[in-house]
């Protein structure tokens, strides 16, 4: 398993939009740094909803990538929903909480998943994105930095499952913002899940 695209941003106005945002990411054959904040350089416009140590890195696999190019109908470039990383051989369906990627440098573990937002709609050009999105299940996953290191396309990755019960993507996108059962809540707050879900899950 290897990393096939590091990609990064610069703060770029948003089409239609008064805002700016680092959504639009492109591969980089360099060795880029990544810290507990994310990768170096990498531009996080909102930091209220991007960005920060619980999502420092966002992932999606080349399966992912792969299904999205047959979806369209036209080559989806790494970065084009403002992912940092494309990893060979992963498919986001199959990721959970806990998870971790490593390279012989960096360590990620996998905290929560991607939620479709208006700037994501506005840089595909298309107002109903966000329900094709959800619809896909396909969401990719944000990652913690647990080591800190310098990460470059074509760099080993070593995978390992959450050793718990599985907190999948698609199942953290179909509960979003929706109540859970106890015995659900329960198993989301025994994986390692990003701080804001475990605030709200506490209550």
Same mark, same amino acid.
């Given at each position: 398993m290897r990393i096939l695209a590091v990609c990064t941003g610069v703060a770029r106005p948003v089409p239609g939009k008064s805002y700016k945002t680092g959504i639009f990411k492109t591969p980089t054959d360099a060795a880029v740094v990544v810290d507990r904040e994310g990768l170096l350089g990498d531009a996080i416009c909102n930091h209220k909803h991007h960005g920060g140590p619980e999502q420092a890195v966002y992932g999606l696999g080349s399966i992912d990538l792969d299904w999205w190019t047959k979806d369209f109908g036209r080559t989806i470039e790494p970065g084009t929903f403002g992912e940092n990383l494309i990893i060979e051989?992963?498919?986001?369906r199959g990721v959970s909480v806990g998870d971790r990627f490593e390279t012989e440098s960096v360590l990620l573990e996998v905290t929560s998943t991607r939620i479709p937002c208006n700037t994501l709609t506005a840089r595909m050009g298309d107002p109903a994105f966000a329900r094709r999105f959800l619809q896909a299940g396909r969401p990719g996953f944000y990652c913690r930095v647990l080591r800190d290191g310098v990460i470059q396309a074509g760099d /080993?990755? /070593?995978?390992?499952?959450f050793d718990g019960e599985p907190v999948t993507m698609p199942e953290l996108?179909? /509960?979003y913002g929706r109540n859970i059962s106890e015995e659900d809540r329960i198993r989301y707050l025994a994986a390692p899940i990003n701080d804001k879900l475990r605030a709200a899950l506490t209550g």
């Open positions: 051989g992963i498919d986001s /080993t990755v /070593t995978y390992a499952p996108l179909r /509960t």
